[in-house]
């Protein structure tokens, strides 16, 4: 299948043909037709599935026909950062269709998103409170929504949204094509579903499954040295683009500060950034500036970056759905990614679901030269530049090289250097 047997308007195809989309994903492939023809969609996949693509073409095809000043298609989405993305999806796909789009989302002035609305906008993409600022404002009317969509519905239970979600709906004309999408599906989401949606298709992408691509490794190890540990995971190696996982915003900036005091190009990704600094954040992750961002699981939702070579949950998630979302962001397409676990003793409950979700027993690895005894260790003592061992000693197995067939490591990589 190709997208050209969904017969989509000249100008459309031709930004599906700029964005070098050839073959539809799964979920592309699944929703597309349906979609154009009107139903409503409850889509379940994970990110990074293609999804955006799934309901951004048939919004175009639809709108594509009539371009007026008021706003017919309403995205919403739970963070500034996925709102940013799918706007330039919508930009990069209807680049000649002639459709405008707008965002709305809080950390910036909204005096700015009113002119911008003020000068017209067929799709705006919005995260719930600001919406609700605007049509308060009254600088947005939603009585001509003809297409919503609401993303990463499961993340909006989340963070809080939903009460503003359904005051947003209660907004909206009663005559729609909806579709909701979600990674999981809580009973607050099903509910939610079930009074939105108008016997909708129902479109599953491995929503319970982590992707083939993504090797996983458990590290125990207690949880006064896990600081130490990443350290030691790091250093000494090359990798290209590690995102870590914590569970608070607090651990989040601390390691990062850490991380950027022993000479890595970090940056860290959590609630108290200001807009500016969240998106100089996510910029440098994607263009190679950093190397590593260390994230909370509501400020990581919406990362949309191609090549994360390696994601370390630094703390262990509360759910395996948590899971699924954090090593989605590794081993996309036909790339090939690491998921490495710092456990406790305390995780052992989620050790096992976690093992359960994979399907076997995840390996279990261990360093021979990090002393597991030690009572307390300084990581920001530990420099990138730091001297490598002695020839004359063994070489210890790279934690980021692949195993052979053999079960033996394939080999270490360059020192991992911060500022090169």
Known sequence: MNFTEFAFHPRIAAGIQAAGYTQPTPIQARALGPALQGRDIMGLAQTGTGKTAAFVLPILQRLIHRSEKSCRALIIAPTRELAQQTHQAIETLGRRTGLRSATVYGGVSIHQQIQNLKRGADIVVAC??????????????????????????????????????????????????????????????????????????????????????????????????????????????????????????????????????????????????????????????????????????????????????????????????????????????????DAFTLVTEEDGAMVRAIDRVIGHRVERRTLPDFDYRARSQEPDTVRASAPRPRRAAPPSPNPFARKSASGRFAGNSPSYRGGR
């Open 128 to 337: 719930p409170g600001r919406l609700l600022d605007h049509v308060g404002r009254k600088s947005l009317d939603l009585t001509r929504i003809e297409m919503l969509v609401i993303d990463e519905a499961d993340q909006m239970l989340d963070m809080g949204f939903l009460p503003d979600v359904r005051r947003i709906l209660a907004c909206l004309p009663q005559q729609r094509q909806n579709m909701l999408f979600s990674a999981t599906m809580p009973d607050e989401i099903r509910t939610l579903a079930d009074n939105l949606l108008k016997d909708p298709v129902t479109v599953q992408i491995n929503a319970a499954k982590p992707a083939d691509t993504v090797q996983h490794a458990l590290f125990p190890v207690a949880a006064h040295l896990k600081t130490p540990l990443l350290f030691k995971l790091l250093h000494g190696n090359d990798a290209l683009s590690v995102l870590v996982f914590t569970r608070t915003k607090h651990r989040a900036k601390r390691l990062g500060e850490q991380l950027a005091r022993a000479g890595y190009r970090s940056a860290s990704l959590q609630g108290n950034l200001s807009q500016n600094r969240r998106q100089a954040a996510l910029d440098g992750f994607r263009d190679g500036t950093f190397q590593i961002l260390v994230a909370t699981d509501i400020a990581a939702r919406g990362i949309d970056v191609a090549k994360v070579s390696h994601v370390i949950n630094y703390d262990v998630p509360s759910t395996t759905d948590a899971y699924i979302h954090r090593i989605g962001r590794t081993g996309r397409a036909t790339c090939s990614g």
